[in-house]
């Protein structure tokens, strides 16, 4: 994995992991990390508690890439458990673990898809 301390755009990737009070838009080069940035920002969403697992949506343009980031979260969801030294943390991180299946994980197309049926 790549050292992301030192390179030029480290302050915007630590954004989307610590401004999680603001939308982001993340638009990146195939490979530059864009779904590790996504997965650490959902994990550090559901970690504070503020926000449920089931109003998280996370849209990609493949099949593919969308079945690599839902299996990306659901690993980084089971490694913060393990690794949370708060009980509270802890328990947030559980139960959104619990209800891995709630969250829009899909592509562009598939949410729209949703969107239209429901709508």
């Known amino acids: 994995m790549t050292d992301h ?3 030029a755009d480290r302050e915007a990737r630590a ?3 610590s401004d999680l009070d603001t939308s982001l838009l993340v638009e990146a080069a ?3 990390g864009k779904t590790t940035s996504m997965v650490a920002r959902m994990t550090a969403l559901l970690r504070t508690g503020r926000t449920r697992i089931e109003h998280l949506a996370a849209m ?3 099949v593919k890439a969308a079945g690599h980031l839902r299996e990306k ?5 089971r490694a913060a458990v393990r690794e949370s030294g ?3 943390e802890s328990a947030y991180l559980s139960a959104a673990l619990d209800d891995i299946d709630r969250p829009f994980i899909g592509t562009i ?3 729209c898809a949703t969107l239209l049926r429901e709508r």
């Not at 979260?73 to 969801?77: A, D, K």
């Open 60 to 62: 990609t343009f493949t």
């Open 73 to 77: 979260f659901e690993q980084s969801l």
């Open 15 to 17: 954004r989307i992991t």
């Open 5 to 7: 301390t030192s390179l």
């Open 86 to 88: 708060d009980r509270e």
């Open 109 to 111: 197309h598939a949410f």
């Open 30 to 32: 195939a490979g530059t």
